[in-house]
């Protein structure tokens, strides 16, 4: 008997084998997205074979192994994302100062002052 529960954006179908599940042979992984285009694809006989394997090994539809060959050809939006952040990442931070300059600076900035013109530890 299967066992449905809801994991995100995704329905999980417990069977047999599944890794959520100890002792069952088998699972399926249902994505909510829906998708609105069809295309038909004619592939040799030892691509298509090759396609099974990879989706039987991956536990996954030939249609998702297919989509995401088809990102990973096409660079997916989810690359630009990527690219994105390895851009922020690679920029140079501002220069960071020693945390009790920092933290000086932090509070005569919620003073209304400049961090020289607080007293000093020994002062106060």
Same mark, same amino acid.
């Given at each position: 008997?299967?066992?449905?529960?809801?994991?995100?954006?995704?329905?999980?179908?417990?069977?047999?084998?599944? #890794?959520?599940? #100890?002792?069952?042979?088998?699972?399926?992984?249902?994505?909510?997205?829906?998708?609105?285009? &069809?295309?038909?694809?004619?592939? !040799?006989?030892? +691509?298509?074979?090759?396609?099974?394997?990879?989706?039987? +090994?991956?536990? &996954? !539809?030939?249609?998702?192994?297919?989509?995401?060959?088809?990102? /990973?050809?096409?660079?997916? #939006?989810?690359? /630009?994302?990527?690219?994105?952040?390895?851009?922020?990442?690679?920029?140079?931070?501002?220069?960071?100062?020693?945390?009790?300059?920092?933290?000086?600076?932090?509070? /005569?900035? !919620?003073?209304?002052?400049?961090?020289?013109?607080? #007293?000093?530890?020994?002062? /106060?």
């Amino acid at each position: 008997m299967s066992n449905l529960d809801v994991d995100g954006l995704a329905v999980h179908v417990g069977g047999p084998g599944c #890794p959520r599940q #100890p002792g069952k042979e088998d699972c399926t992984w249902y994505g909510m997205r829906m998708y609105s285009e &069809r295309t038909q694809v004619l592939l !040799s006989p030892e +691509q298509l074979r090759r396609v099974k394997r990879l989706a039987r +090994q991956q536990r &996954r !539809s030939v249609g998702a192994v297919i989509r995401e060959a088809v990102d /990973a050809y096409t660079g997916a #939006p989810a690359d /630009a994302r990527r690219e994105a952040i390895e851009r922020l990442l690679a920029l140079d931070p501002d220069p960071v100062d020693d945390w009790d300059v920092m933290k000086a600076q932090i509070l /005569a900035g !919620s003073l209304g002052l400049r961090a020289d013109e607080l #007293p000093k530890p020994s002062e /106060a």
